[in-house]
């Protein structure tokens, strides 16, 4: 028996190491596959947002667009409260010249703070204003009138009267810009004068002495006032002595209706005197006016 043939490299074929070991080969008799790749691994979602907690220990709801809108809202109403209780606070301790120097340098207050004061009185059973209208549409259309303190003229809107509406600010050329101690009015050219919550100011008693030269003889001076302010019970003036005062002007009170519960109305009467002018400048400055309690909004 022939011994095994040995190669030309003398010696039997050894296996190389490493990584041909486990390397893979086509067959040469067929075409395999190769071994399938490994299926990707699932994209993992992102974490999920850590909500904050609420005092209890829950998780708190996230807001609703619909309550943030709510919420933006009330802000609005807060920050507009708050300026005009501090626009009616200037108007109640200040005098009548410095409130219309302060609206004439920015016109743009007086608008905020109507706004406010429309929203106070929206919450008012009954609206003195509208008293008056009523008053007037029932006595003569042909009274000439003097609306101090006009706001939005509603009197002049309302009635069939001529009327002289008068204010700090005026955005309707109806309305006569001024100081309500010193009109452009002519004096004794008015029938009717009013006085619809708009006795504010320090010097509030020289707007019922302009009042009292634009009236006609027989003249009405009618007022509207806030019930508080007239209690002295509650630190507000007393209403006989606020009469009094009045009627010393030269005035007699016909009537005052305190049947609402926020305002109080007075209805005086002026008298036919022949006084010199000098002669009703003493009276005025004699007379002991009772410092009327501002009106002022809390704040909130």
């Known amino acids: ?49 850590r909500r904050r907690k609420d005092g209890t220990g829950q998780a708190a709801a996230a807001p609703k667009r619909g309550n943030t809108s709510s919420l933006l809202e009330k802000m609005r109403a807060r920050l507009s409260g708050g300026h005009f209780r501090m626009l009616n606070e200037k108007l109640y301790t200040c005098s009548g010249q410095d409130a219309f120097d302060y609206f004439k340098n920015d016109p743009t207050l007086f608008d905020v703070y109507h706004t406010g004061y429309r929203e ?41 009267n001529k009327v002289f509406s008068i204010d700090l600010v005026s955005d309707d050329p109806s309305v006569i810009a001024c100081d309500m101690a010193h009109t452009p009015l002519e004096s004794s050219s008015v029938d009717v004068a009013i006085f619809c919550l708009s006795l504010m100011g320090t010097n509030y008693p020289n707007y019922l002495e302009e009042a009292n030269r634009v009236l006609n003889p027989s003249g009405w001076l009618v007022i509207a006032e806030v019930r508080s302010r007239l209690d002295p019970n509650n630190g507000g003036a007393d209403p006989e002595k606020f009469s009094k005062a009045i009627i010393q002007l030269g005035f ?45 909004y809390k704040r909130r």
């Open 120 to 160: 106070q009185m929206s919450h008012w059973p009954e609206q003195p204003v509208n008293v008056i209208i009523n008053w007037l549409k029932r006595h003569n259309a042909s009274w000439t009138v003097a609306d101090f303190g006009c706001g939005n003229a509603a009197v002049a809107k309302n009635v069939e």
């Open 252 to 296: 007699s009170l016909v009537s005052k209706d305190e049947k609402n519960k926020m305002f109080i109305l007075f209805y005086f009467k002026k008298k036919c005197l022949t006084m010199p002018l000098q002669e009703k400048s003493k009276v005025a400055k004699s007379i002991d006016w009772p410092q009327l309690k501002p009106c002022l």
């Open 1 to 49: 028996m022939e011994p095994p043939h040995e190669s030309a490299a003398g010696g039997r074929k050894r296996r190389r190491r490493g990584g041909d070991r486990n390397r893979w080969k086509p067959s040469s008799s067929s075409q395999q596959e190769p071994p399938p790749a490994a299926a990707p691994a699932p994209l993992s979602s992102p974490p999920a947002k």
